[in-house]
């Protein structure tokens, strides 16, 4: 498979979205964003889903300019309308308000409405990382997730992002969906021609879906959706992610007297495209405020290595713990460069050719 250096990528993708118009400085958070994806072995959210942000800004339902609101704005916490600009600029913004708000207050949440897709949640938590606290996000997403016993498309795949600092080389830092796959990875599925797996999506009578190229067309249509984790049925769990999947959505909308469900659909009564409206939320804890940080950091390690050190179940290489394999995966991306499939090519080459981009020798 062709590789392609992460410097000569995030060059393009800096290059791609000034050429839309978004302003170079906030062009470099978007491609930040997108590469520490592709650093991290998440495949769905890099430079894959660049075409995605570019489709959306030339159909004009995402703005290249990004105008922030502060609808309120007290102590620890606020409030902000996106105004659908930019999803990785709001974010970069709003975790560092946060960040801000909790050297001086302890925590800081900030949680924002009329948003739009702002890449893999872990980048914003490894912001409080770095700062030494705890940081968590949640964001609502496009309906496509059925709730347990149910067949509408009614959730979006929204993800619970936790990450903290520990001793040891990496943090705990757990990023997931709280469905079985997120959508960016049946996305991911059709540029490889591959099917879905079973247990992944159900039909209109509930049963497995497996064509990849036709779910993403029904998931639209709702036609089809997506499980929730746990799958379809109480005795495997599926009322948890589904009840987990609610606490995100109103995390996401509640608090913002944002939209959610079926309100982020992306169309409007007449079928036309409208923005997303997504909702986030953002909160640091600054642990300083709680313990020592040596303290803090020792504890956590240690909870991460004694889990690592318990027993493996035959068959298996090791116990890993969340952020362990993106922290090696970041090493081998950087030395042997990103993976680029035929299809995700293409779509380079149309940016290339349409923005009349001459970096990149594809």
Known sequence: MLRISVEKLHEFMVEVFTRLDVPLDEAKICADVLIESDLRGIESHGIGRCKMYYDRIKAGIQFPITKID????????????GNHGMGHVISHRAMQTAIDK???YGIGCVVVRNSTHYGIAGYYASMAIKE???GITFTNARPSIAPT??????????????GAPSNLEFPFLFDGATSISQRGKIEVLDREGKETPIGWAIDREGKPFTDTKQLLID????????????GADEETGSHKGYSLGVMVEILSAALQNGSYLQGLHGFDEAGNKIPYKLGHFFLTINIDFFTEIDDFKKITGDIMQTLQNSTVAPGKDKIWIAGEKEYYMDKEVRAQGVPITPALLNNLKVMKKELGIELLDI
């Open 102 to 104: 909790a050297k001086h």
């Open 132 to 134: 030494d606290m705890i």
């Open 70 to 81: 502060i609808i309120r704005d007290k102590y620890a916490t606020a409030v902000w309308d």
């Open 219 to 230: 998931l639209i249509s709702k036609q089809a959706a997506m499980l929730p984790i746990g």
């Open 149 to 162: 016993n149910g067949l509408d498309p009614m959730l979006g795949t929204n993800p619970i992002c936790f």
